[in-house]
């Protein structure tokens, strides 16, 4: 039997002529070259107003819940805009104790002000997060123009950094570590102006912020000076380094940094405690210097998966989409690749390409998280804006060979943003509410909205502490008060009993988990009614 294979009519089913496709796309791609010459300046606006609105929206409440690190950042913040002390009464720590293993001050101090000025809301707890990640936005753009001269390539980085899921979920969060990329991400820009124009105030200007960066998340301790120290080598070999500026620029953040060293003496035992009335120097309880060791590399290969797909962990990253969409691991890959050859050949002819200090940025990161103890998705958050640029690096590449590719990755990428804008703020708080409760931080978001529904103010409140991960800091953090308030004798906050008494009061109200059977059962007994339920959290009179 002769069998005749046949193309499927794709021409007929369609009634499109193949033919014209591609002529069509490069048709495309020069009148998208022409709109954006001419229009890029709104182009940019209008990323950085989806940038504000798809990060503001619905701020308070998705993710939903709050993570255990927001609870002890916002009351430290808290005290620190009312009494200028942290909630264990040290007065303007440079280093904050938080739940015993330390917390970095940058984001407490920088909401504390926020607080001082509009009081404490959710809402404003998660800001600084949305305005660093926008200054790491808006940095792109003018990190994309100084990488490829080019303002389309610009603002396809600006493109990618505002829509890429790590980026997007990490800036809805009140957490440290999502602070320190942009911090380098804007030294290492101020290092490249200043590398190029050879002026003083750019090297002061990155001094300042790679001293700032040391406050925000504690392994930019590690990154930074094995960062600056490969590029001092890669400036000495393209002969573009001036050792007068890296002094002046090295100079500013050992000066900005003393408070740190301070920090580092008491926790290894060279010095005492520092009290002043100025600044406070504490011993952590767990100080974990431990956790970096060169033996951690075998167990944590697994991290070169992770990077580019998830962890276990639902607040960083979503197996329906990854850290960077599916479809970037290819291009990443390619862009490594290409950085890697362009900055050989840089060396090789000593000529000096910027491109390099990303891979150097890059490699740095990468070379420390692969050493921690446990490294997560979070904890390698400052390597994404390297891992975007390579991407662009990659798709510039493609686009010298195939004009089409840029139009074709613009429609996937915008549907890919627009899927993933739909499933976080409709399936995700649904999907993941079990990973999103934090080991059951819902007792203060239930006090805050039985405070504002109820008139409880003149009777006593005993709550179920058994279902509570810190309920003395949620109390004190959702009744707006001091850490002075805390009665560490009666375990009283205003009229709130952290505890559960052993004879019930008829009088009094009481906060009872859901799953507390037993605790509802005696409350039933006693004769006392279930009034309203809230986050896990049932009221009882």
């Known amino acids: 039997m002769n069998l005749e294979l046949h193309k499927p009519d794709y021409e007929g089913c369609l009634g499109i002529d193949m033919k014209k496709v591609p002529t069509t796309m490069l048709k495309i791609s020069k009148q998208l070259d022409i709109y954006i010459e001419k229009h890029y300046k709104l182009i940019l606006f209008i990323m950085y107003f989806l940038y504000a609105f798809t990060r503001l929206y619905r701020l308070a409440e998705v993710p939903s819940g709050m993570h255990f690190d927001e609870i002890g950042i916002a009351f430290d913040s808290l005290s620190m805009a009312t009494d200028h002390i942290d909630r264990y009464w040290y007065r303007f720590p440079v280093y904050f104790i938080n739940f015993g293993g330390g917390m970095n001050a940058m984001y407490i101090y920088v909401l504390a002000v926020f607080i001082a000025v509009f009081g404490y809301s959710k809402f404003l707890l998660r800001l600084p997060s949305v305005i660093f990640g926008l200054i790491l936005t808006v940095c792109a753009y003018h990190m994309g123009i100084e990488l490829f001269k080019s303002k389309k390539a610009a603002l396809f980085t600006t493109f990618m950094v505002m829509i890429c899921p790590y980026f997007f979920m990490a800036q809805r969060w009140a957490l440290e570590s999502p602070l320190l990329v942009t911090f380098f991400t804007v030294g290492i820009y101020f290092m490249m102006r200043g590398i190029v124009t050879n002026q003083y105030r750019f090297y002061i200007l990155a001094g300042v912020i790679y001293a700032g960066a040391l406050y925000t998340y504690a392994i930019s301790y590690l990154i930074i000076p ?316």
């Not at 891979?359 to 994404?384: E, H, K, N, Q």
């Not at 996937?412 to 080991?439: D, R």
């Open 226 to 541: 094995l960062f600056l120290v490969l590029t001092v080598l890669y400036l000495w070999r393209t002969r573009k380094l001036v050792l007068s500026k890296f002094f002046l620029m090295g100079g500013l953040i050992f000066l900005l940094a003393i408070p740190l060293f301070l920090f580092l003496a008491v926790q290894n035992g060279y010095l005492n405690e520092i009290k002043t009335a100025y600044f406070s120097v504490p011993r952590l309880p767990m100080y974990r210097s431990g956790e970096i060791t060169i033996t951690n590399l075998p167990k944590n290969l697994y991290m070169l998966k992770n990077l580019l797909l998830y962890d276990w962990l639902a607040y960083t990253a979503l197996p329906e989409f990854g850290t960077v969409y599916y479809i970037t691991i290819p291009l990443f890959l390619y862009g490594v690749f290409l950085s890697i050859k362009n900055t050989l050949h840089s060396v090789k002819t000593k000529t000096y390409d910027a491109a390099s200090l990303i891979l150097f940025m890059f490699l740095c990161i990468f070379a420390i998280v692969m050493v921690l103890d446990s490294p997560t998705i979070s904890r390698a958050g400052s390597i994404y804006f390297s891992i975007m640029i390579f991407t662009v690096i990659a798709v510039k590449d493609l686009y010298h060979r195939w004009k089409t590719v840029v139009p074709v990755l613009l429609i996937m990428y915008t549907l890919l943003f627009a899927g993933f804008c739909t499933f976080y703020f409709n399936v995700y708080p649904v999907k993941y509410s079990a990973q999103l409760n934090f080991g059951q931080c819902n007792l203060g978001e239930a006090i805050d909205y039985y405070d504002n529904k109820y008139d409880m103010d003149s009777t006593p409140i005993y709550i179920d502490i058994d279902h509570a991960l810190n309920a003395q800091l949620e109390v004190l953090l959702y009744t707006r008060s001091s850490a002075l308030d805390w009665d560490k004798i009666l375990q009283t906050v205003r009229n709130y009993h952290i505890y559960w008494p052993e004879q019930l009061d008829q009088n009094a109200w009481y906060l009872v988990h859901e799953d507390n059977i037993e605790a509802k059962e005696k409350l039933t007994h006693l004769e006392l009614s279930y009034v309203d339920s809230y986050h896990h959290f049932e009221l009882w009179k």
